[in-house]
């Protein structure tokens, strides 16, 4: 920034020198001062950056209903497929008729930052109560996870999708025989089609990978693909559905099978409340799993943020 001690007439210099000096030295400071003016306006009005990054409990309550032979399988539920399969192990061992049909309602509660635009890292613990038809379970913790979520390339208007990469390890928890640990990775292409990408088209694929501590068990991987897409209302209401098929390996008990193995479709539909800075304000799932009989399960989410950008 020029100071105003810059602009002047020097003392020294005769005075007959032609007005038209003076008069162009003083539009010069004149102008400098107005540029400087100007710049720190910019300066004032350029938006700051976020001193700490978002920082939120991603309260999760989720209710499944799910069918007789099966577990809770789907988009994303690595907590709560996790907690059944465990229990699905210690019971198949005193029910001789197989896994009989059961509810469930498990609640997620990963502290969650989101380092940046592109990248959120997340942990916490997860309870849930079943029922098999003699009545709920104490509610209790079932499982801990731990994951990460990152842009792996931004679209920014180009003509490659954004490509999303999600990574959760889960497990279940009492840490005993028939414990299950499970990890779960989905990567997932979002194709914006405008500017503030309100609207797009989505594409993708969910892998989950369970390991149980029992020499005499076992769980098959269950994939996912999916295609789907969005749409956000200037209200800041966000719809969001996909559309895929689901296969799963089955599982075993003792030589004896607990779930059958499968390929059936699955839909998944979300409606969500954003802020203008694209914050989850609050959020509802509904997804349908044929496996193959159909498998129901709703999903709540209220962000609770102590930190909000």
Known sequence: MAHASDCHVSPHRSSHRPIFRAVAMGLACLGVSIGAAFAADDEEDAPAKPAVPNLYLDLRTTYASIPAGTLGLGFGTTSLSTALEALAVRRGATLPNGLPAAKSIAVDLPLTVDVNDRVSLYGGVSGSTTDI????????????????????????????????????????????????????????????????????????????????????????????????????????????????????????????????????????????????????????????????????????????????N
């Open 133 to 308: 038809g003699g009545g709920w379970s104490m509610f209790d913790v079932t499982s801990w996870n731990i994951g990460v979520q990152a842009d792996l390339y931004s679209q920014d208007g180009g003509a490659i999708p954004t490509i999303t990469l999600q990574s959760t390890l889960t497990q279940s928890v009492p840490n005993d025989q028939g414990m299950t640990n499970s990890f779960n990775n989905i990567l997932e292409f979002d194709y914006a089609l405008d500017e503030d990408e309100t609207r797009g088209w989505l594409a993708g694929m969910q892998h989950t990978y369970t390991t149980i501590a029992s020499p005499f068990a076992s769980i098959g991987t269950n994939t996912i693909l999916y295609a789907g897409g969005y749409y956000q209302w200037p209200s800041n209401w966000k719809f969001t559905g996909r559309l895929g098929m689901q296969s799963f390996g089955g599982a075993r008990l003792a030589g004896r099978t607990l779930a059958e193995s499968f390929t059936q479709p699955i839909l998944r539909l979300d409606l969500d409340r954003m802020d203008d800075n694209d914050n989850r304000l609050f959020g509802i799932t509904a997804q349908i799993a044929w496996m193959p009989k159909p498998s129901y399960q709703l999903t709540l989410r209220t962000p609770l943020y102590a930190v909000r």
